[in-house]
Antibody
Framework: QVQLVQSGAEVKKPGASVKVSCKTSGYTFTNYAIGWVRQAPGQGLEWMGWISGYNGNTNHAQKLHGRVTMTRDTSTSTAYMDLTSLRSDDTAVYYC????????????WGQGTLVTVSS | EIVMTQSPASLSVSPGERATLSCRASQSLSSNLAWYQQKPGQTPRLLIYDASTRATGIPARFSGSGSGTEFTLTISSLQSEDFAVYYCHQYHNWPPLFGPGTKVDIK
């Protein structure tokens, strides 16, 4: 069965960086993309970006430009999301989710990773 | 950038009743719209994609319709497990945004 398992919760200080991992199984990693979506406490879903499992091409939301890096390791079928210069408004649950391409819905989701940014 | 709106923001429905949720886009999406359900403390779940296709394992009481700029999610007879927040998601244009959500709670 398809599974996306994310790394554990993180607490970071403002200005620090965080790297969230998303280990996938149950399907051919290179046939799909991985998207990243975050949800601030009590708020809605915010699309962050995606990475192609096939060639590593990425695209991300303009508001995160310069602070987010998405990578993948095909040998372990794992995707990573790195967010730098953390601010308090980056506090959120971060989800990875599978998509068949860049313009596709998300059919399977990870369990979410809570990132708390606090001094 | 496309603007996504959902109405109503919240909806109180009795079990067994029908619920109709709306999603509107500022530009045409063709049929490139999905609906997700999210229960408190849980991960979003894909219900509908391509505006009207039910995802694997989704009960027939969930149906989607619409194209262009106006879309509807209908839950024909609400069950206790259906009380949740519902988000629409457009994947037609860049960036692929989510709507703000509609919360469905018990009347």
């Amino acid at each position: 069965q398809v599974q996306l398992v994310q790394s554990g919760a993180e607490v970071k200080k403002p200005g620090a960086s965080v790297k969230v991992s998303c280990k996938t199984s149950g399907y051919t990693f290179t046939n799909y993309a991985i998207g990243w979506v975050r949800q601030a406490p009590g708020q809605g879903l915010e699309w962050m970006g995606w990475i192609s499992g096939y060639n590593g091409n990425t695209n991300h939301a303009q508001k995160l430009h310069g602070r987010v890096t998405m990578t993948r390791d095909t040998s372990t079928s794992t995707a990573y999301m790195d967010l730098t210069s953390l601010r308090s408004d980056d506090t959120a649950v971060y989800y990875c989710a599978r998509a068949s391409g860049d313009y596709s819905p998300f059919d399977y989701w990870g369990q979410g990773t809570l990132v708390t940014v606090s001094s | 950038e496309i603007v996504m709106t959902q109405s109503p923001a919240s909806l109180s429905v009795s079990p067994g009743e029908r619920a109709t949720l709306s999603c509107r886009a500022s530009q045409s999406l063709s049929s490139n719209l999905a609906w997700y359900q999210q229960k408190p403390g849980q991960t979003p779940r894909l219900l509908i994609y391509d505006a009207s296709t039910r995802a694997t394992g989704i009960p027939a009481r969930f149906s989607g319709s619409g194209s262009g700029t106006e879309f509807t999610l209908t839950i024909s007879s609400l069950q206790s497990e259906d009380f949740a927040v519902y988000y629409c998601h457009q994947y037609h244009n860049w960036p692929p945004l989510f709507g703000p959500g509609t919360k469905v709670d018990i009347k």
